[in-house]
């Protein structure tokens, strides 16, 4: 769908040159700016991939006023999976540094969400909003009734982390019929300072905003973060039950699904 007023088209990637667009996205932002790799990075194409890109769908934000003949016409993305893709002996991302088996016999329709990111030039405008939008419809459309992925703080040093990591552990955790689990050996607790020693403002203040705004839409994080060394990141697997949404953002998707 084209975004109104602004250069934007936002849809699902349609081909391999939508695809590969958004892997050069996803190497400036997670390998350049972040210094994340791994086995799949191909650094002197400049693409970040894994197995798991043949599988997802791909929600990007395109820049209208770019030649995709360039390859650089994705400044936005968001790679989706849904769990009835999986088939009997797949797995989801996460489940390389989590027990997901609350969300796993619940028997409810899950939607693993990852490799979000926006093009540098990108940010603190619209973009993550088209985004949203997207999400909320590709939601609507499935049914989906549990969204959850990890979601990174820059670095690995988890004491560094203590202060925002605490407050998550301490206000945030996920019920228990939703609680996923860090796996070893990459877990690392996150209640690091007791919950009288935190001002929430300085904890909020070092929290990524990919993580603030899920929390804002009343979602919860699972017991315990993961250290990623490949990536250089610390992660927190976030959960959120559209059911237990608050009742505006409720509202905000019953009124995209009226629109439908």
Not at 12 to 40: K, N, T
Not at 243 to 255: E, Q, W
């Amino acid at each position: 769908m084209r975004a109104e007023d602004t250069p934007y088209t936002l849809r699902l990637a349609s081909d391999a040159c939508d695809l590969r667009a958004a892997q050069r996205l996803r190497y400036r932002v997670f390998v350049q700016e972040l210094g994340a790799d791994g086995p799949m990075v191909d650094h002197a194409a400049g693409i970040e991939a894994d197995a798991f890109d043949a599988l997802t769908d791909h929600l990007i934000l395109i820049d209208n006023r770019v030649d995709p003949a360039s390859g650089d016409h994705v400044v936005g993305a968001y790679r989706l999976l849904p769990g009835d893709r999986l088939g009997p002996e797949g797995r989801f991302y996460s489940e390389t540094e989590y027990d997901l088996t609350p969300l796993r016999r619940s028997g409810r329709r899950l939607l693993e969400l990852g490799r979000s990111c926006v093009d540098a030039n990108h940010r603190g405008g619209t973009s993550m909003f088209h985004l949203w939008n997207g999400l909320a419809e590709y939601v609507l459309d499935r049914g989906i009734e549990v969204l959850f992925g990890v979601a990174s703080f820059h670095g690995t040093d988890v004491e560094a982390l203590a202060e925002p990591l605490s407050w998550l552990g301490h206000h945030h955790l996920a019920p228990p019929d939703m609680r996923v689990r860090a796996l070893p050996p990459g877990r690392a607790e996150m209640i690091r300072i007791p919950a009288d020693r935190l001002d929430r403002g300085s904890a909020m203040a070092a929290m990524p905003a990919l993580i603030k705004a899920y929390l804002r839409l009343g979602g919860f994080v699972g017991d315990g973060a993961w250290i990623d060394h490949e990536f250089n990141t610390t992660d927190v697997c976030l959960v959120m039950d559209t059911g237990r949404m608050s009742a505006r953002h409720r509202d905000f998707y019953i009124r995209k699904q009226g629109q439908a």
